[in-house]
Nanobody, 115 residues
Framework: QVQLVESGGGLVQPGGSLRLSCAAS????????MAWYRQSPGKQRELVPA???????NYADSVQGRFTISRDNAKNTIYLQMNSLKPEDTAIYSC?????????WGQGTQVTVSS
């Protein structure tokens, strides 16, 4: 059974930083494309960054240059380093594991950027 557990969310002031983690179990982690999605009330769900099994990354324009996704295959974990946070980054951030057309989601972690 696939399990994805996110952590690291919280309240941060504009301009601050947070680091999210997503620990995976029940999958052959190194084979999966991993991604972070976010959703806030009234907005469409947005793919933030993704990282393939080979380490190729892609980012939404809205976070390019501020966010960095990485993976540690030895720990079955991905990370999202978020810098220069803005109020519009406020959302629930969810981790996703994809292999082909199949995807599994974590429960999500709340990130709030506010003064």
């Amino acid at each position: 059974q696939v399990q994805l557990v996110e952590s690291g969310g919280g309240l941060v002031q504009p301009g601050g930083s947070l680091r999210l983690s997503c620990a995976a179990s029940g999958i052959t982690f190194r084979l999966y494309t991993m991604a972070w999605y976010r959703q806030s009330p009234g907005k469409q769900r947005e793919l933030v960054p993704a990282i393939t099994s080979s380490g190729t990354t892609n980012y939404a324009d809205s976070v390019q240059g501020r966010f960095t996704i990485s993976r540690d295959n030895a720990k079955n974990t991905i990370y999202l380093q978020m810098n220069s946070l803005k109020p519009e980054d406020t959302a629930i951030y969810s981790c996703v594991a994809r292999l082909g057309v199949k995807g599994s989601w974590g429960q999500g972690t709340q990130v709030t950027v506010s003064s």
